[in-house]
């Protein structure tokens, strides 16, 4: 029983440990579903949820105050994006191994409206990332 | 000197019981935990395109830059243009969703007419949800045929941008369809 046990945890630990850069199930937060199977990139990710607005965890803005913004530009949203900026591109000037690509994810729930999603991709390409990925569960092509 | 090795043999293997209760704990507290944490569907991303900007010599006095399939998505369907021209109105099927099949085939035959095009522009409206322009997407991207009993997949137009429906495009397909809304 125990051996069952111990296979079953090692297991566990390291798929638990290699699925690590998009963890969405962890938020209150439903990707829609697509066929694609471009395998995800390590870059920063903004997370779309029912209620909130997250720059990598990091509350950043609630789903409220996005819609009441007139204009495509959200404040807080661009003030993340660009601290994250700055800070890679420090980080690039003294690592010659990395570079700032501008590359971000997307992690949006199924249901959030488009105006939203918007809103959010021009704050995202005028904060300097304009190399947008969104973030889909994958699922088999019915028909 | 053999007598002695034996006797030390038998008095160091006592009968002892090993202690598993702590492991225990580890397995009925960890296990169930991992289990419900672990996320068992794949997660894969969809690359958004940004046209590149328009070269000089086009836009002085050289050829437009080259039309492209423009999807928008209304409430009541889809309005597939090529360019300015609208070309098709789609409306949503019998389950009320929108017909992503046919879109699909239409799409297929404007990439018929001219194989080097891939890129597509898709518009959708305010309250359009996230899923419907992500099934969209999944339409344009590419086609399953069916030859000679194997299938095969056809990229279509793989380069999608997104962008909002401005006001000229209208609220509703009906217009294009020439049916009463």
């Known amino acids: 029983m125990v051996d069952v046990f111990t296979v079953l945890l090692v297991f566990l630990l390291k798929s638990y440990a290699a699925e690590g850069t998009l ?39 609630s789903l409220r105050q996005v819609a009441d913004t007139d204009g495509l530009y959200l404040p807080e949203l661009g003030r993340a994006l660009k601290a994250r900026a700055d800070k890679s591109r420090f980080i690039a000037g ?9 590359q971000v994810t997307i ?23 304009s190399d947008i990925a969104l973030a889909v569960y994958q699922r088999s092509r019915t028909g | 000197m053999l007598d002695r090795l034996a006797a030390h043999r038998r008095r160091a293997l006592p009968d002892e019981a090993i202690h598993i209760v702590a492991l225990w704990n580890l ?4 296990i ?5 944490s672990a996320v068992f569907s794949q997660t894969s991303i969809l690359n958004l395109y940004l046209p590149p900007p328009a070269k000089p010599s086009e836009a002085s006095g050289g050829n437009p830059s080259v039309p492209k399939p423009v999807v928008s998505i209304l409430h009541d369907g889809y309005l597939l243009s090529d ?5 098709a109105a789609i409306p ?5 969703r929108h017909n992503t099949s046919k879109l699909t085939e239409l799409l297929a035959q404007i990439k018929g007419a001219s194989a080097e095009r891939t890129d597509l522009v898709i518009l959708s409206e305010a309250t359009t949800p996230y899923e419907t322009i992500v099934q969209t997407m999944d339409a344009s991207r590419e086609m399953v045929l069916q030859r000679e009993g194997r299938s ?11 962008g909002a429906i401005g006001p000229q495009t209208g609220q509703s397909i009906a217009p294009a369809s020439g049916r009463a809304p």
């Open chain 2, 152 to 162: 095969e997949m056809v990229t279509l137009f793989p380069d999608i941008s997104l």
């Open chain 2, 83 to 87: 360019g300015p021209t609208v070309v």
């Open chain 2, 27 to 30: 397995m009925i507290i960890l």
């Open chain 1, 107 to 129: 992690l949006g729930d199924r249901q959030t409206s488009f105006s939203i999603l918007q809103k959010v991709m021009f704050t995202a390409a005028a904060s300097e990332f």
């Open chain 1, 23 to 61: 963890t969405a199930a962890a938020q209150n937060l439903q990707l829609p579903a697509s066929t694609s199977t471009v395998t995800p990139r390590t870059t920063l990710t903004i997370t779309v949820s029912q209620d909130a607005v997250f720059v990598d965890d990091e509350r950043v803005t």
């Open chain 2, 92 to 96: 949503l099927d019998a389950t009320g």
């Open chain 1, 94 to 102: 003294s690592n010659t191994g990395s570079s700032f690509r501008g």
């Open chain 2, 32 to 36: 169930p935990f991992l289990l419900l």
